[in-house]
């Protein structure tokens, strides 16, 4: 069985009873990054073996853990916060198993996706997933551009070293929304802003912004 175990997105605490369980009674835990999860693991007295992919290797670690599981092995797949397959390369290893006829089963918890869009009191009973936007700006407006019709919720993920040209081509190409960017969520810093796009890109340019963010928006909210 592969089990797709979702961990805290920040506060270590936010891990349920089952997800605990799991990673205690599997035979190998498949994490991106071996040495985050092993403070996880450190924190609740797991002992499990484990072993690392990411986005460079999840080919051949694909193969590797799915050879594993038809041979009788149960695997737990995490990432390095939040739910597997969520804008991580996890999603890979859960479709190879699937085509293997792997038997599959989630341990559902923390998405910060969703703890943001909760944060932002905005309209949530419509909304898009957008992940990463294009690094480059010619490739991020023209996603965009492709956007500005839209009348849900907009969820987007974003590196602090990115945050603000993003915001600025928010600013640019969806005429300067209110928007709100969350980071740190559950964290000891969690601070969440909201404000015109290019007036945030103007306050992250002032000081070094850190933590991954969220930002959420909606351009049909009067």
Avoid: Q, W
């Amino acid at each position: 069985m592969l089990y797709v175990v979702s961990t805290p997105i920040g506060n270590l605490k936010d891990i349920t009873l089952r997800a605990i369980e799991t990673l205690k009674s599997v035979d190998l835990i498949a994490a991106e990054d071996t040495r985050h999860t092993k403070i996880l693991c450190n924190e609740y007295g797991i002992t499990t073996a484990l072993t690392s992919y990411f986005e460079h290797n999840e080919r051949s670690k694909s193969e590797y853990l799915v050879k594993l599981l038809t041979e009788g092995k149960n695997i737990a797949l995490v990432t390095d916060a939040g739910t597997p397959g969520i804008s991580d390369p996890g999603y890979r290893v859960v479709k190879a198993a699937k085509d293997a006829g792997i038997p599959i089963t989630v341990i559902p918890g923390a998405t910060a996706m969703i703890a943001a869009l909760s944060l932002s009191a905005l309209p949530t009973d419509r909304f898009v997933f957008e992940g990463f936007l294009p690094p480059k700006d010619v490739g991020r407006e023209k996603r965009l551009e492709a956007l500005k019709e839209e009348d849900r919720t907009i969820i987007f993920y974003e590196s602090p070293h990115r945050v603000e040209k993003t915001l600025r081509s928010i600013a640019k190409v969806l005429n300067n929304p209110v928007v709100t960017c969350a980071r740190e969520i559950t964290k000891k810093f969690e601070e969440v802003k909201e404000g015109p796009a290019l007036s945030l890109a103007e306050e992250f340019t002032k000081k070094d912004p850190r933590g991954e963010f969220v930002i959420v928006l909606n351009l049909k909210k009067v």
